[in-house]
């Protein structure tokens, strides 16, 4: 039997504790029903920031074989997750101007040895928010990481004003979470960009004053494993209408695709 002699296509996530990630399994039932028998979508499991480095250096593309390091195959895209959105811009050649902007990547297009960062987070956010508009009030986002960053500049487009909510605040457009109690009745929308309460930590969720929400509250949990989180069963109980993060890693996932076939 003749060997294919076109380089395998690869695509991959990466960051930590991505036993239970949601874009390996999405993309590979996407190249499946697509016929793409040469495609495959991969988890690189990261340690630490410096990581990323050797990371990179162990895909490179070699011009003279065509393919990532003398294997039959081609790196053509990442995704990026927990904890690197923001330090896998320092290995990058490239970042799109609204990625730059937001201050976080969690998509990158990789041509012959070119890596460009964009950000398809905001995207996916926005498209999956757009059931909840318009917002009567303010917002809160629980967390100051790179998920943060992609959601403050959607509320920021949409002119919907916000605050922060951080264990350590910095700054004036950010709070503790003692002080969220005064502030609530101000605020619709409450996103909880941290990863508190994914699994196997079901058990967790931000430290809110959840007796006080009620019906004109929306929590959105930008975890989706479990699909109900703690935080969003405590919203509910409380008359509070509750999203989790699937529809928008669905929206961001299919932006990447378009980005990865330009």
Do not use: C
Not at 30 to 37: Q, S, V
Request: charge should be negative; charged fraction near 25%; proline fraction near 5%.
């Amino acid at each position: 039997m003749a060997t294919n002699p076109y380089p395998r296509s690869i695509f991959g996530l990466i960051g930590k504790r991505l036993n239970y990630s949601f874009s390996r399994a999405y993309f590979s039932e996407k190249f499946e029903r697509a016929g793409l028998d040469d495609h495959e979508y991969r988890n690189f499991e990261i340690e630490d920031v410096d990581g990323l480095l050797r990371f990179r250096e162990s895909v490179k593309y070699d011009p003279q074989s065509r393919t990532t390091n003398d294997k039959n195959e081609i790196i053509r895209g990442l995704n990026v997750t927990i904890p690197y959105k923001e330090a896998v811009m320092e290995i990058l050649d490239e970042v799109s101007e609204e990625a730059q902007t937001i201050g976080a990547v969690n998509t990158i297009v990789i041509e012959d040895n070119l890596w460009t960062g964009h950000n398809t987070d905001a995207y996916g956010f926005a498209k999956s928010l757009t059931p909840f508009l318009p917002l009567a009030k303010n917002a809160l986002i629980l967390g100051t990481g790179g998920a943060s960053k992609a959601v403050g500049y959607v509320l920021e487009s949409m002119q919907v004003p916000y605050l922060l909510v951080s264990r350590k605040p910095q700054g004036d457009f950010q709070i503790s979470y003692d002080q969220v109690r005064e502030v609530l009745g101000d605020v619709e929308l409450i996103v909880n960009t941290t990863p508190l309460g994914t699994h196997p930590d079901t058990n967790q969720a931000p430290a809110l004053p959840y007796e006080l929400l009620n019906k004109s509250h929306i929590l959105y949990d930008l975890v989706y494993n479990p699909a109900n989180t703690l935080f969003m069963k405590k919203g509910a109980r409380n008359g509070a209408r509750v999203i989790n993060g699937l529809e928008m890693l669905r929206w961001q996932a299919e932006r990447a695709w378009e980005l990865w076939n330009k």
